[in-house]
C-alpha cells in the first residue's frame, strides 16, 4: 500500500513524510525536481507536478491513498481538481486534503474560496477523505522574527478576535496518522473533518506579550493596519498573493480564528500529548 504525498519538500508535506517513514509507511513523494528533494532514504520519489498530466497519472499508478497538498498560486483549484480526477481514474478512492479552518466563512479570500471548493468537489466526487482544515500556520511568523527581534515589535495584523495558531509539526503528524488510518484500514471509511488548531486562542496584544516575556524586554502590537500590511508584502511576493494575504487579514480583524467546542480535546487525544503552543514556538525562534 503506498501513500502519494504532494508538496513532500514543503514545510508541512517534509513533516508529513518524516512522520509517515517513522511508521513504517510505503512513500511516494511528487516532486518537482528531484536533485534537491534531499528527503529520507527509502522514500521512493516521482518527478512532476499538479498540472503534468503524464507525470501525476504515473505517480498515481499503484497508489492507495493520496495526501493532497497544494500551494496558494492562482490556479490552485485547477490543480485540485486534475489531481481528484486523476487519482478517479487511477482507482485511488481514499485522501487527505490539507484544506483551510473556516474556508466556508472566509468566502472572499481567494485560497480560501478555493479550497471550499475543492472540499465540495471531494465530497461529491465520492472519496473516503479526511479534511484537515489548519488554522494560521505558528511558523508564518517566522516572516516577521527579525522584525519581533530587533525593532521590539510584532507587525502581523491579526487584530482582537483571536487566532488558535498551530504548529506545523501537529499538522504534520494529525495528517500522518490519517493517511495510515485510512490505508491500513479493510476498506473505504467514512468522510471526516477534523479542525487543527493550536491550544490557544490568540490576540496581536496576547502574541506580543509572549514574546515580550520570552525576550524579558518589551515587544509591542503594531496593529490592525491591512493596507499597510499588502504594502509591505509585495516586496517579497507577487501582488495578486499581497491583496489575498490582506484580505484574510481582514477577516481575522471581524472573525478570528475560533476553534469549535472539543477541537483541542480531539487532537489531544489523537496525538497523545499537549498540543504545541505559541509559547513553546516563540522560544525556540528566539533561541
Request: hydrophobic share 45%.
Amino acid at each position: 500500500m503506498t501513500i502519494l504525498v504532494t508538496g513532500a519538500t514543503g514545510s508541512i508535506g517534509r513533516h508529513v513524510v518524516t512522520q509517515l517513514a517513522a511508521r513504517g509507511a510505503e512513500i511516494r513523494a511528487l516532486v518537482h525536481d528531484p536533485a534537491k528533494a534531499n528527503l529520507l532514504a527509502g522514500v521512493e520519489i516521482a518527478r512532476g507536478d499538479l498540472l503534468d498530466i503524464g507525470s501525476l497519472r504515473q505517480a498515481l499508478q499503484g497508489t492507495s491513498t493520496l495526501f493532497l497538498l497544494n500551494a496558494v498560486v492562482p490556479d490552485e483549484f485547477t490543480q485540485a481538481l486534475v489531481a481528484l480526477n486523476l487519482a478517479q481514474e487511477a482507482g485511488v478512492e481514499r485522501i487527505v486534503y490539507l484544506s483551510v479552518i473556516h474556508s466556508d466563512l472566509y468566502v472572499n479570500v481567494p485560497h480560501f474560496a478555493a479550497k471550499f471548493g475543492v472540499e465540495r468537489m471531494i465530497e461529491r466526487m465520492g472519496f473516503s477523505a479526511t479534511v484537515l482544515r489548519p488554522a494560521y500556520f505558528m511558523q508564518n511568523d517566522m516572516m516577521v522574527r527579525d522584525v519581533v527581534l530587533n525593532h521590539g515589535v510584532y507587525p502581523m495584523p491579526i487584530g482582537g478576535k483571536g487566532l488558535a495558531m498551530v504548529d506545523t509539526r501537529d499538522i504534520a503528524e494529525v495528517a500522518a496518522l490519517e493517511l495510515l488510518r485510512r490505508d491500513r484500514a479493510a476498506g473505504p471509511l467514512p468522510s471526516d473533518r477534523i479542525n487543527l488548531v493550536g491550544p490557544d486562542t490568540l490576540t496581536g496584544s496576547e502574541v506580543a506579550a509572549i514574546w515580550s516575556e520570552v525576550l524579558h524586554r518589551p515587544v509591542a502590537y503594531a496593529g490592525d493596519d491591512t493596507a499597510g500590511f499588502e504594502r509591505n508584502l509585495q516586496g517579497s511576493m507577487p501582488p495578486w498573493m499581497a491583496y489575498d494575504m490582506r484580505l484574510m487579514s481582514e477577516r481575522f480583524l471581524t472573525d478570528g480564528m475560533i476553534p469549535e467546542p472539543g477541537d483541542v480535546a480531539r487532537l489531544t487525544a489523537l496525538l497523545g500529548r499537549p498540543l504545541r503552543s505559541y509559547r513553546d514556538f516563540a522560544t525556540e525562534a528566539a533561541a
